[in-house]
Nanobody, 123 residues
Framework: VQLVESGGGLVQAGGSLRLSCAASGRTFSSYGWFRQAPGKEREFVAAIRRSGGSTSYADSVKGRFTISRDNAKNTAYLQMNSLKPDDTAVYYC???????????????????WGQGTLVTVSS
């Protein structure tokens, strides 16, 4: 099983980036995006169910970020608009194997993790 993120980089405040997470080795019930800024704990950003497409977002990104998935490609995406310097962090893709009653939004709910991709937002 492997999750490979891409799409990070340097962007000015107000700009946009699209992160991708390509999964291989099996299918998953949910995908999530988390981020970790220097000196801070890993925090939930967004999650989506593979079946049905239900989503969940952290309050800090609602209205600016959109999570989506392409089941045929086993890929999840995070479209990030109106980026702020506070969004600067390493962004991690995560995948959960088993189906659950709720959309997972904490790190221990997830079984597999990508290597992370750095997003830097300059002011």
């Amino acid at each position: 099983v492997q999750l490979v993120e891409s799409g990070g980089g340097l962007v000015q405040a107000g700009g946009s980036l699209r992160l991708s997470c390509a999964a291989s080795g099996r299918t998953f019930s949910s995908y999530g995006w988390f981020r970790q800024a220097p000196g801070k704990e890993r925090e939930f950003v967004a999650a989506i169910r593979r079946s049905g497409g239900s989503t969940s977002y952290a309050d800090s990104v609602k209205g600016r970020f959109t999570i989506s998935r392409d089941n045929a490609k086993n890929t999840a995406y995070l479209q990030m608009n109106s980026l702020k310097p506070d969004d600067t962090a390493v962004y991690y893709c995560a995948a959960k194997a088993a189906w659950g009653a709720s959309i997972p939004n904490v790190p221990y709910d997830y079984d597999y993790w990508g290597q992370g991709t750095l997003v830097t937002v300059s002011s």
